[in-house]
């Protein structure tokens, strides 16, 4: 990390037209070291992305053939754990034991995004498709724009080379996990980098992700959940203690706790990496806007966990097949290739599947407590508690899907709601506390909404003057 930021500053300083050619060598290094011989499935895999999306870019459905190829090709990799060597020929066989740190398929998945955002860019550049900011296409990058401006900016047809291309689908502090960034705010910060981003900026974070992996490690050593789960050993902790099952609460307090380890430590991974891309002055989309215990609607979510993917899934999937016109129809395939893109395992289809569900009662309650006839006083305390009331259920509800998804699988659901419903005391007193939880949700929220008011404030009254 050290020597990439001090090698990358140095370039910048000395010889800026450079850039992206360092980035490339370090980043070819760097995949040798990771990858070994199968560093060649990436550059194939990556070169063949840039010449079907330059060959496609003209064509009223080449976006269609471009997604044909990368989810075949994806599909192909998986299915295949890598295709070994020895399947292409007996003779390559030996190249197989030289495959590197880190098996090269598990991290295509990121890659393939940023070959489709490459793809897409560059199609409705040449369409001269507008955004949804309905930005000039005369616009020139600017350090004061925030990365969804950036996204939404008009290239140069240039920007749109080999070079850049590689530079952004292999850049070195986001390949292995992220954050994703879209072509277009990659390419704009190359002409003009992001203002924000400042030697104190990148050194206050990087001490927020430091607490964060304190906090991690303190869980992990002092908790028993994570081994309980691993293990599957809900019977024998129990049998320990002389009782036939584990008590409804406890059978919640694992999952739940699992969530939050999970939190925890997809934030420490993607705030490090963050971190390190903003030392090399380019900034990239924040995945964990919130903690798992601020979210009380699946579409807050999505736009909080994992927000650099639920920024891709909208702009490249979400409103080219209809945006919210098509919401009941289109979040289908698109939590289905949310489901696929992590892995190909039954028990994400279900998690999946279930979030989709989720959605359409989530879409009717909101749309009902948007009506006059419902709660003519929005801003009363009644509406506020019926609010709570609605969102306490879709807690609820998150917290199922994400535990079959992520903790229990879909074998585990039966007896789990078994022993839970076997108390019929137990959910009630959940749903009370899940409604008490999102009253103080919702006032964050007021919290939020007034500061980020009287901050357009002040920038207005800063523009005026």
């Keep these: 990390m050290a020597a990439f930021v001090a090698g990358s500053r140095t370039v910048q300083a000395a010889a800026p037209q450079h850039r992206l050619t360092y980035y490339v060598a370090f980043s070819l290094g760097l995949l040798t070291v990771l990858h070994g011989a199968a560093v060649l499935y990436v550059l194939a895999l990556t070169a063949a992305g840039f010449i079907i999306a330059k060959a ?122 992220g954050p994703t960034s879209t072509f ?46 691993r293990g599957q050993l809900w019977l024998a902790l129990a ?88 919401r009941l129809l289109n979040v289908w395939p698109i939590f289905t290739f949310v489901a696929l893109w992590h892995d190909l395992e039954p028990r994400l289809l279900g998690w999946a599947w279930l979030m989709a569900l989720f959605i359409a009662p989530e879409l009717l309650v909101k749309w009902a407590g948007r009506q006059p006839w419902c709660f003519a006083d929005k801003a009363g305390r009644t509406f506020r508690y019926a609010a709570g009331l609605a969102a306490a259920f879709n807690v609820l509800l998150l917290i199922a899907a994400n535990m079959v998804g992520f903790v229990l699988g879909l074998d585990g659901v039966r007896p789990f709601l078994a022993q839970v419903l076997g108390e019929p005391r137990f959910l009630p007193v959940v749903l009370l506390a899940c409604f008490c939880g999102v009253q103080l949700m919702l006032a964050l929220r007021d919290w939020e909404a007034a500061r980020a008011q009287r901050s357009a404030a002040v920038q207005y009254s800063k523009v005026q003057s």
């Design 56 to 177: 496609t870019a003209d064509m009223p459905h080449g976006l269609l053939l471009v997604w044909a190829w990368h989810c075949g090709s994806f599909l192909v990799v998986r299915l295949t754990e890598g295709l070994p060597f020895a399947l292409l020929s007996p003779m390559l066989a030996p190249m197989d034991a030289h495959r590197g740190m880190l098996r090269w398929h598990i991290y295509y998945n990121l890659l393939l995004l940023r070959m489709l955002s490459f793809a897409s860019d560059c199609h409705w550049q040449r369409e001269r498709r507008p955004g949804r900011l309905r930005i000039p296409p005369d616009t020139p990058p600017h350090p004061d724009q925030d990365l969804r401006t950036r996204s939404e900016l008009w290239q140069e047809p240039g920007a749109f080379g080999l070079r850049m291309y590689l530079a952004y689908c292999l850049y070195p502090p986001t390949y292995i996990a």
């Design 184 to 229: 277009n705010a990659f390419a704009s910060q190359m002409a003009a980098p992001a203002a924000s981003v400042t030697a104190a900026a990148v050194l206050l974070y990087a001490v927020r992700g430091l607490g964060c992996w304190v906090c991690m490690e303190v869980l992990t050593h002092s908790l028993w959940f994570m081994a309980v789960v």
């Design 239 to 326: 049998a320990a203690e002389g009782r036939p099952h584990l008590s409804p609460l406890e059978m919640c307090l694992v999952p739940w706790w699992i969530m939050l380890v999970f939190w925890l430590k997809f934030t420490v991974i993607w705030r490090f990496f963050r971190a390190w891309a903003l030392a090399d002055g380019v900034d990239v989309p924040e995945n964990m806007r919130r903690c798992i215990c601020n979210n009380y609607d699946i579409a807050g979510f999505w736009q909080n966990w994992h927000a650099s993917y639920n920024l891709w899934l909208v702009r490249y999937m979400y409103i080219p097949m209809g945006g919210a016109s098509w």
